[in-house]
């Protein structure tokens, strides 16, 4: 079993006398280095040239059909123990995955090149950020590493001087979906990763490093590696706030993180530090900061426009690598959700036939540089990060949540995370309403036990002087016949004004069992808008017998938990279960 202290290059010659590649190139992330690979991938046909007068700098990539998206179902955790793992994950024990990994990797890299890629989660002179060394024989891995973390012969050096960092060893093997894993083996700092092509389970800076391992060491080392966006929001005084927030899948995650304030929001500004991943530390005054250890975005692109997301649709007009979209005659790439164009080739290159489903692939990515973003925050760049005011949780419920309410203490807000939920979909599905748990949208991605890791959060109000406050948000409330209540996108900064208000003090508010909502409409700025006062009513309401259901619910979830459930999150629960009981 290699050792956690091993150096770079004896790992690399021990990998590469394993996976018996032809050739071994150092990379450095330099545009020297890119205008090489992309013509050896053009000229693979690995990569394929968008129109450069529309899309200058594009390209397509299209993954194989089998491969299109993260595959939890072989992603494991490979710690000594198998508690340790918890019941949110798979587990191996490292002595199997390693002689599965060297059965697998054997020969695996003939004929290829293996690509050695060193670098930085974070900005490069962060006291908080991470050095990784990916070992890979895809060069479309390279090209995307290249655009989601900081390369280079600084992060060489420094890990050649000694400085730990995390292993990642990646090949595409033969793509048999029989013979596709993740590994991740905490307690050596190692990922490997075989048989898949796709980002998630390739970059391995990103999910594995930044959330799987990270989260692990984050807790031995007394931080938080979360799956959250960091926004930036400045009033019209100047003053700037800045939010974490964690949202499942389909929960509006993205939007948020680029919200463009509407007009009836003069002078407000809005800036994206991260869109997917924070690092959370109690700063040195007492108060918790976040770093985004990314430098790029791996965003999935149908429903992109220039009225959902206009930052978004406007970064990826140039400098952008795609993943499985439709391309239209005249070579620009296309997805569902885009108002004009017509596919003319499907995500896996066919003529585009409705009868085989979306033109796009419904996974479809788009990747580039973080600064892209017309929206994109200097301070993203700041060693230290940005301090915390509050921290969200966001779901999809239909019925059950209000828009936004406020949890009464840190405890309570640990539950609101725990609790986070969202509803199928009939798209999803072909079944509604079904409740999927997500606590803190870390269900994939928690690399140890969901009980030790709920205990851990709750831990941080005795290493923190300050803590942001808490609060739950949900866009999707409908009423009684299926429409959406509340307009979203833009207008989703009326909810975080009258958060920012309540961290203030600035405010009073309602209580209720859940939590604090807001104490009349006038609190809430709803100016310009046209809501029916039945809406703004349901928007705001709280069905008891809903409430005490859905916690029951929770209760059950809980017990495949035990008995690494912290008290403190049962004792809040269980407050929350008296209060409904007591004024229903």
Same mark, same amino acid.
């Given at each position: 079993?290699?050792?956690?202290?091993?150096?770079?290059?004896?790992?690399?010659?021990?990998?590469?006398?394993?996976?018996?590649?032809?050739?071994?190139?150092?990379?450095?992330?330099?545009?020297?280095?890119?205008?090489?690979?992309?013509?050896?991938?053009?000229?693979?046909?690995?990569?394929? #040239?968008?129109?450069?007068?529309?899309?200058?700098?594009?390209?397509?990539?299209?993954?194989?059909?089998?491969?299109?998206?993260? +595959?939890?179902?072989?992603?494991?955790?490979?710690?000594?123990?198998?508690? *340790?793992?918890?019941?949110?994950?798979?587990?191996?024990?490292?002595?199997?995955?390693? *002689?599965?990994?060297?059965?697998? &990797?054997?020969?695996?890299?003939?004929?290829?090149?293996?690509?050695?890629?060193?670098?930085?989660?974070?900005?490069?002179?962060?006291?908080?950020?991470?050095?990784?060394?990916?070992?890979?024989?895809?060069?479309? !891995?390279?090209?995307?590493? %290249?655009?989601?973390?900081?390369?280079?012969?600084?992060?060489?050096?420094?890990?050649?001087?000694?400085?730990?960092? +995390?292993?990642?060893?990646?090949?595409?093997?033969?793509?048999?979906?029989?013979?596709?894993?993740?590994?991740?083996?905490?307690?050596?700092?190692?990922?490997?990763?075989?048989?898949?092509?796709?980002?998630?389970?390739?970059?391995?800076?990103?999910?594995?490093?930044?959330?799987?391992?990270?989260?692990?060491?984050?807790?031995?080392?007394?931080?938080?590696?979360?799956?959250?966006?960091?926004?930036?929001?400045?009033?019209?005084?100047?003053?700037?706030?800045?939010?974490?927030?964690?949202?499942?899948?389909?929960?509006?995650?993205?939007?948020?993180?680029?919200?463009?304030?509407?007009?009836?929001?003069?002078?407000?500004?809005?800036?994206? !530090?991260?869109?997917?991943?924070?690092?959370?530390?109690?700063?040195?005054?007492?108060?918790?900061?976040?770093?985004?250890?990314?430098?790029?975005? &791996?965003?999935?692109?149908?429903?992109?426009?220039?009225?959902?997301?206009?930052?978004?649709?406007?970064?990826?007009?140039?400098?952008?690598?795609?993943?499985?979209?439709?391309?239209?005659?005249?070579?620009? #790439?296309?997805?569902?959700?885009? #108002?004009?164009?017509?596919?003319?080739?499907?995500?896996?290159? %066919?003529?585009?036939?409705?009868?085989?489903?979306?033109?796009?692939?419904?996974?479809?990515?788009?990747?580039?540089?973080?600064?892209?973003?017309?929206?994109?925050?200097?301070?993203?760049?700041?060693?230290?990060?940005?301090?915390?005011?509050?921290?969200?949780?966001?779901?999809? %419920?239909?019925?059950?949540?209000?828009?936004?309410?406020?949890?009464?203490?840190?405890?309570?807000? !640990?539950?609101?995370?725990?609790?986070?939920?969202?509803?199928?979909?009939?798209?999803?599905?072909?079944?509604?309403?079904?409740?999927?748990?997500?606590?803190?949208?870390?269900?994939?991605?928690?690399?140890?036990? &969901?009980?030790?890791?709920?205990?851990?959060?709750?831990?941080?109000?005795?290493?923190?002087?300050?803590?942001?406050?808490?609060?739950?948000?949900?866009?999707? %409330?409908?009423?009684?016949?299926?429409?959406?209540?509340?307009?979203?996108?833009?207008?989703?900064?009326?909810?975080?004004?009258?958060?920012?208000?309540?961290?203030?003090?600035?405010?009073?508010?309602?209580?209720?069992?859940?939590?604090?909502?807001?104490?009349?409409?006038?609190?809430?700025?709803?100016?310009?808008?046209?809501?029916?006062?039945?809406?703004?009513?349901?928007?705001?309401?709280?069905?008891?017998?809903?409430?005490?259901?859905?916690?029951?619910?929770?209760?059950?979830?809980?017990?495949?938990?035990?008995?690494?459930?912290?008290?403190?999150?049962?004792?809040?629960?269980?407050?929350?279960?008296?209060?409904?009981?007591?004024?229903?």
């Amino acid at each position: 079993m290699p050792d956690r202290t091993q150096t770079l290059s004896a790992w690399i010659d021990e990998v590469a006398r394993l996976a018996q590649p032809d050739r071994i190139q150092w990379c450095d992330g330099s545009e020297g280095e890119w205008n090489v690979l992309r013509t050896d991938m053009l000229e693979r046909g690995e990569i394929l #040239p968008l129109n450069p007068k529309t899309y200058p700098n594009c390209y397509l990539h299209r993954s194989d059909p089998t491969d299109v998206a993260r +595959v939890e179902q072989v992603t494991y955790i490979c710690s000594r123990l198998k508690d *340790d793992a918890g019941p949110n994950n798979n587990w191996m024990s490292p002595e199997e995955a390693h *002689d599965l990994y060297k059965r697998l &990797f054997a020969g695996c890299m003939r004929n290829r090149t293996l690509y050695v890629i060193p670098y930085c989660m974070g900005p490069i002179d962060s006291p908080w950020s991470q050095l990784g060394v990916e070992i890979t024989d895809s060069r479309y !891995v390279v090209a995307n590493m %290249r655009l989601m973390t900081r390369m280079g012969h600084a992060v060489l050096k420094r890990i050649q001087s000694g400085e730990p960092f +995390v292993r990642g060893q990646h090949s595409l093997g033969d793509l048999s979906p029989d013979r596709r894993y993740i590994l991740h083996y905490p307690d050596e700092n190692l990922i490997q990763s075989i048989g898949s092509g796709y980002g998630g389970n390739a970059l391995l800076g990103k999910k594995c490093h930044a959330l799987r391992i990270a989260s692990w060491n984050a807790r031995q080392e007394g931080w938080l590696a979360e799956h959250m966006l960091i926004v930036g929001i400045e009033n019209p005084e100047g003053q700037v706030f800045y939010l974490a927030a964690a949202f499942p899948s389909a929960c509006g995650k993205t939007n948020l993180s680029m919200l463009v304030p509407p007009q009836s929001f003069p002078g407000w500004k809005v800036w994206t !530090v991260g869109d997917d991943i924070a690092w959370i530390h109690v700063g040195p005054d007492g108060r918790l900061w976040a770093i985004n250890p990314e430098a790029g975005y &791996f965003g999935v692109v149908p429903g992109t426009n220039a009225t959902t997301n206009p930052n978004a649709f406007r970064m990826i007009q140039r400098d952008t690598i795609f993943t499985n979209v439709a391309i239209t005659a005249d070579r620009e #790439p296309w997805w569902e959700g885009l #108002p004009t164009g017509v596919p003319a080739t499907d995500w896996r290159g %066919r003529p585009y036939d409705p009868a085989n489903g979306p033109a796009a692939h419904p996974n479809s990515r788009f990747t580039t540089l973080a600064e892209r973003n017309p929206a994109w925050s200097k301070h993203t760049l700041d060693p230290m990060g940005v301090p915390l005011t509050a921290i969200l949780f966001g779901g999809r %419920r239909a019925r059950l949540a209000p828009l936004v309410y406020e949890a009464k203490s840190w405890a309570h807000g !640990v539950l609101t995370g725990c609790a986070l939920a969202s509803e199928t979909t009939a798209a999803a599905s072909g079944r509604t309403g079904i409740v999927r748990r997500d606590p803190m949208a870390m269900l994939p991605f928690c690399g140890y036990h &969901f009980g030790d890791y709920w205990a851990h959060w709750i831990n941080l109000q005795n290493q923190a002087r300050e803590l942001p406050r808490i609060f739950h948000v949900n866009w999707f %409330r409908q009423n009684q016949d299926g429409k959406y209540l509340w307009p979203g996108y833009g207008e989703n900064l009326r909810v975080i004004q009258w958060i920012l208000e309540r961290c203030a003090g600035r405010i009073p508010a309602q209580e209720s069992p859940i939590g604090y909502l807001p104490k009349t409409a006038s609190d809430f700025n709803l100016s310009g808008l046209t809501l029916d006062p039945e809406a703004i009513r349901e928007l705001f309401s709280v069905d008891h017998e809903a409430w005490i259901d859905d916690f029951d619910d929770l209760e059950q979830f809980l017990i495949a938990y035990e008995p690494r459930v912290p008290i403190e999150l049962k004792e809040a629960l269980q407050r929350v279960q008296l209060e409904l009981s007591s004024t229903s």
